[in-house]
């Protein structure tokens, strides 16, 4: 939710220049707006949805059959979108169908944007949800990859039973795209073109003011629709094509602004890997690392599909700087090397 959201709340001294802060802690193009007229109280009603959702998953995962430490540790592993357990085989531990299906709804709430949870909520309606057109395509990139993997798995019978083909394939999916990074069975070893669709689908990640990593699900529906009306413009030229979201027109700065995050998200991407090729690290394991890394998803395929012990000590710097910059979002890390930044 960002530290310094949760400065801002509890310390009100900081009020002055709480937007601002708000803005740098706000992930996506969405940073401007606010759910209550004080930043303060902004703050506050993220909080609780926050600590509502957290308190709500660990309860259900004690009563899907954890301890109450396992399932207090796992909650907020999985609201935060973290991916740690507090056993080495992580969710895969504990072998039951009712623990990955508490993590599967709780780690779809937690893609999602916290604002359209305050909104929901404070409405007592879901229709919040549907008429969010960023929610409806999270929605939809997760059925999709989530069919995909369930097909794959059912035709090459990985697992014995259809159902525990539905529940991995379900679980794994949703778990890498809103990059959370639960595990329950070793995916780098599944068929085909599954290993690598899951990592890649990471890079979409979650909702804008979710806790997920990645582009986020409105930098990717704003580069469809720019893209979209760039092929208009080749054949009407001097129409003017309005981007529209929500059914309201989105500023050319935020258009602007899109470009420059993806412009700068692959350069940051090619030269991290060629980084990581430099320092010895196989094609796999390089581009799966990085784009876990990059994308705060964990793991990866390669060397890296368990953990990241065997990578060198070069590569794990390249590494904390992919994590902080995914993290970060880019722009708010790179600008502190930039001279403009120091001189102002």
Sequence with gaps: MGIVVLAVAVMPMLGVGGMQLYRAETSGPVKHNKLT??????????????????A????????????????????????????FSTHDANLGHFASNAVNA????????????FALHFTALRSRSLAAYLRNAEARVYFALLAAVLSVS???????????????????????????????????ADFSMWPAFLPVMLVLASTAGGCAGSTAGGMK????????????????KLVHPNALIPIKLGG?????????????????????YALLLMLMLAGGADPVTAFSAVTACLNNLGPGLGEVA???????????????????LGRLELFTLLVLFTPVFWKG
């Design 306 to 324: 368990h953990n990241y012990a065997s990578i060198s000590d070069t590569g794990k710097v390249v590494l904390t700087f992919a994590m902080l």
């Design 248 to 268: 309201k027109a989105v500023p050319d700065n935020v258009i602007n602004a899109v470009w420059g995050f993806l412009s700068l998200y692959i350069l940051s």
């Design 56 to 83: 709500v998953c660990a309860l259900a995962y004690f009563l899907a059959g954890m301890t109450v430490f396992d399932a207090v540790g796992h909650a907020f592993s999985t609201i935060a979108i973290g991916g």
């Design 217 to 232: 699900i409105v930098r990717i529906i704003l580069l469809y629709k720019q893209g979209a009306r760039e092929i208009s």
């Design 37 to 54: 007229p004080r930043i303060t109280e902004t703050a506050k009603g993220l909080w609780y949805i926050y600590l509502g959702l957290t």
């Design 102 to 113: 508490v993590a599967i709804v709780f780690m779809l709430l937690s893609g999602l944007n």
């Design 150 to 184: 369930v097909a794959v798995l059912m035709s090459h019978r990985v697992f014995d039973h259809n159902a525990d083909n539905l529940m991995q394939g379900a679980l794994h999916a949703v778990s890498l795209v809103t990059t959370t990074g639960f595990t329950t």
